[in-house]
Structure formats: C-alpha cells, structure tokens
C-alpha cells in the first residue's frame, strides 16, 4: 500500500505541488502560468488526445459496458447534486445546477491519464481515452441543456441545439478528438516527421499541465458554504468511482477497462467545474473551493482506490 503511494501518486501530485510552491513564492506568476496552461491545454493535450485517437483500436476501446457503467454514475450524480443542492442545502436552481456540474466532472485529463498510466502503464490507457472522448460532449451538453431548461429562456430546439453545440465544439480537446477520430476511421498515414514531432509535444502536455495545475490553485481559497464543498467531494471522491465499481462488475467488464473507468470517476472535479460556473456567473465560490480541497483530498483517495483495484 505504502509503495503504491510513493511510486505512482506522490510523483504525480509533487509536479503539481512544485507548481504551487514556486507560484505561491513568487517564481513564477499568474502570466507565466496561464502561459503553461494556455500551451498544454490549448496545444500539447490535444496533440495528445489527436494522437491517441488516431491510433486506438476503436472496436476494443468504445466499450458499451464501459461507457454505459461511467457516464450512468455520472449522470446519477449531476442528479442527485444538482437536487441536493436544490431540496438539502437550499440553493436556487441555477447554482443547483452548477454545483451538480461539478458532481459530474471528474478531472479526467489532469490526473486521470497520468495516474492510470503511472499505475498500470500506457498500455491501460485505452479505456481512459474512450471516456476522455465522450467526457466534455456529454457533460457540457447534459449541463448546458439543464442550465437552459431552468433559466426559462424559451429557447427553441434548433437554438438550444446551437448553444450546445458552440460550448462543446469550441473546446480545443473536442477538436483534437474528432480530428484524431478522422484519421483513425479515413486510415490516413501520418508522415514520418509529423508523427515524431507530435511525440516531442506530447511528451510535455501532462507534465506542464500538473505543474500548470498546481500553479493556478494558488488563486483559490477555501470559501463559501463548506458542507456543501463536502458533499462534492464525497460525490466525486467516494460516490462516483463506486457506482462505476457496482456497474462495472454488474456488466462484467475487462479489468483494463473496469480498472479505467472507476480511476477515472475518482478523480477531483477538474477546471471545467468552474469553467461552467463562471460561463453562467452562479457558484463560482463553491466550484473554486470544490477543485482546490477535492484535488488535495485525492492524495488519500485515490490511493485507497488504487488499493481496492490491486
């Protein structure tokens, strides 16, 4: 157990504590690290998510099983957080939303992917790239529509459809997926230089971005209502990662994947938690201090989830 922490969740989360400490002293500045962030997250990670699309064996990597067994947990979650928020804590139907946003988006990319991979190796990340390429399509489209349906707006399907559609295909990660899609399914060859000079960026997406990570948690402080951050955390930390559990074993999926699916589900609510927040200007208070205190919690989580999957 000790082993599992040292070798495969403390490298991990050390990049992005060197990124929080260097910015917290000053080393670095919130330019420098938007910067990081603006180049692995709008560049390096796509060129990651392209690659590994255009290579997947998608007959062995869209898993129904697997996709069914993460994406109902989800959903199961933006649900009950949404309601929970609404009917336990209080909140209006727009922050209700939000806070159920941030009950279904795990932080698939960020730690998601390097932990998977420093767990059980690259190979295991087949199933973690199948998640990552329905993740923002789904979750954007679930959240967005609800956001819509509850502001009244009167939309009608085609607009709605339309504001849907932007939020989702303006998102880099989006593109490289669906681009990375193409080639796989056209049988495209990639020229030689091409595909080594993807390599050389790939290699510094997840990297940069942990250490990005780190550096923009030093804007956020734990602030608004704490019971109900608690109960997020509980939701994405504990809840998720077991309802994937339960329906992974119940549609008996293959260990690589089951292994991908509940890690992933594991994870802390990531940045798009609070993307969503400040898109529609409710919760952001909440969202911040649900992705600063879930990420630091995960240290203990993950490594217990690790256990349980051997």
């Not at 990670?45 to 997947?56: G, R």
């Not at 990340?125 to 707006?153: C, D, K, Q, W």
């Not at 250490?211 to 019971?227: I, K």
Request: proline share 4%.
């Amino acid at each position: 157990m000790i082993q599992t922490l040292l070798d495969v969740i403390l490298p991990v989360f050390l990049v992005i504590g060197a990124g929080y400490a260097t910015t917290q002293a000053g080393y670095f500045n919130q330019t420098h690290i938007e910067g990081i962030m603006k180049f692995t997250q709008g560049f390096a990670i796509p060129c990651l998510l392209f690659d590994a699309m255009a290579h997947i064996d998608l007959s062995a990597s869209f898993d129904p099983a697997l996709l069914f067994s993460f994406y109902a947990s989800a959903g199961f979650c933006f649900g009950a957080g949404a309601i929970c928020a609404r009917y336990l804590f209080g909140r209006d139907p727009e922050d209700a939303v939000v806070i159920g946003f941030c009950c279904l988006f795990a932080n698939s990319v960020l730690l998601g992917l390097p932990i998977t991979e420093r767990a059980y190796g690259p190979e295991a990340l087949v199933g973690n790239y199948a998640i990552v390429a329905v993740h923002s399509p789904f979750a954007y489209g679930l959240g967005i529509i609800t956001m819509e349906a509850v502001r009244g707006r009167g939309q009608g399907g085609v607009a709605l459809a339309t504001s849907v559609l932007k939020a989702m295909f303006s998102n880099v990660l989006i593109l490289g997926i669906v681009l990375g899609y193409l080639v796989n399914v056209t049988g495209v060859t990639l020229p030689a230089a091409i595909d080594d000079g993807l390599a050389l960026i790939i290699r510094a997406a997840l990297p940069g971005a942990l250490f990005a990570l780190g550096g923009v948690l030093v804007q956020y402080r734990p602030e608004g209502d704490l019971r109900i951050i608690a109960f997020v955390c509980a939701m994405m930390l504990l809840v998720q990662p077991s309802l994937v559990w339960m329906l992974g074993r119940a549609t008996q999926l293959p260990q690589d994947l089951f292994r991908s699916g509940v890690l992933t589900a594991a994870m802390a609510p990531g940045f798009n938690a609070y993307i969503f927040a400040n898109m529609y200007g409710r919760a952001k208070r909440v969202a911040a201090s649900s992705v600063l205190i879930a990420t630091g919690l995960s240290v203990l989580t993950v490594w217990g989830w690790l256990t349980l999957l051997g």
